[in-house]
């Protein structure tokens, strides 16, 4: 069971300066709880209002607000169309109205009525200053009983945080003195390697003349033709200086 027909207050208006007799009332506190609908006749004759649009125009005498709300087609064969009042013109008062009808280029402007907007009998702001408060109390009472809970996470996580960085670190410590002999092992044997690379080069080194440019295979190959050349046949020879003059002396061996 619906109650759409309960909700609808109808208009017939058969000429633009027809009078609206009927008594219109609202309520304080409606939302889409009444509908007006306008069955618009030409004189007498029913047609299909097939390029008719219509808007409501209020306006609240006592609060001073107004608006302007689209009707919706109901039966354009009939020449129904209904809206419903807004929310905002349902303040206690008479709220002055009419219709605009718009037909193609042309626009016509109803007789003005008036809607009686019935208070609601009790102190609508004592109420809601009341639920205000009580809502206010329960949402700091939600409010501080979460806080509670979000503290309690918050002191746990931290508490798993510390416990982790020290996990990680007495982690960390026990990996370093672990690997640490490994390390001063790798540092003695890189220090011999350079070492014994520094040797190497020397003897490489040696093995080139620096006065002929000649290049040997060995350094030994090399000190056997210094001594060579050092060693004339069957005798040795000297280079000495004698009376300020250079000279040859040779020893038999």
């Known amino acids: 069971m619906t109650l759409e027909n309960f909700r609808k207050i109808r208009i017939t208006l058969h000429e633009s300066n027809a009078p609206v007799l009927r008594k219109l009332i609202a309520k ?19 047609e299909n209002q097939s390029d008719v649009s219509l808007r409501f ?6 609060m001073g607000n107004q608006g302007i709300e689209n ?5 354009r064969s009939g020449g129904l169309f209904k809206v419903a009042y807004p929310t905002s013109m349902l303040n206690a008062g008479n709220v002055s109205c009419y219709v605009q009808i718009i037909d193609g280029q042309k626009i016509t402007n109803t007789r003005t009525f008036t809607v009686l907007v019935e208070g609601s009998g009790f102190d609508a ?27 309690n996470i918050l002191d746990d996580l931290k508490s798993k ?10 982690r960390f410590e026990q990996l370093f003195n672990d690997f640490a002999p490994k390390i001063d092992g790798l540092q003695t044997q890189f220090n011999e390697a350079v070492a014994n690379l520094t040797q190497d080069s020397e003897v490489i080194t040696a093995r080139t003349s ?9 350094l030994g190959a090399r000190l056997d033709e210094v001594e060579t050349m050092t060693v004339l046949g069957s005798h040795k020879g ?16």
């Open 125 to 151: 702001q004592t109420v809601i200053a009341s639920d205000d408060y009580q809502a206010l109390n329960d949402a700091l009472i939600e409010v501080n009983r979460y806080q509670t809970q979000i503290s």
């Open 210 to 218: 620096t006065e002929t440019g000649d290049s040997y295979d060995s």
């Open 71 to 75: 009707f919706d087609v109901v039966d």
């Open 238 to 253: 000297y280079f000495e200086i004698e009376n300020g003059q250079p000279r040859i002396r040779l020893e038999e061996i």
């Open 161 to 170: 945080g510390d416990n982790l960085r020290e996990s990680e670190r007495t």
């Open 57 to 62: 125009y209020w306006r609240n005498l006592r």
């Open 28 to 46: 304080e506190g409606d939302r889409d709880g009444r509908e007006l609908e306008i069955q618009l006749i030409n004189r007498s004759v029913l």
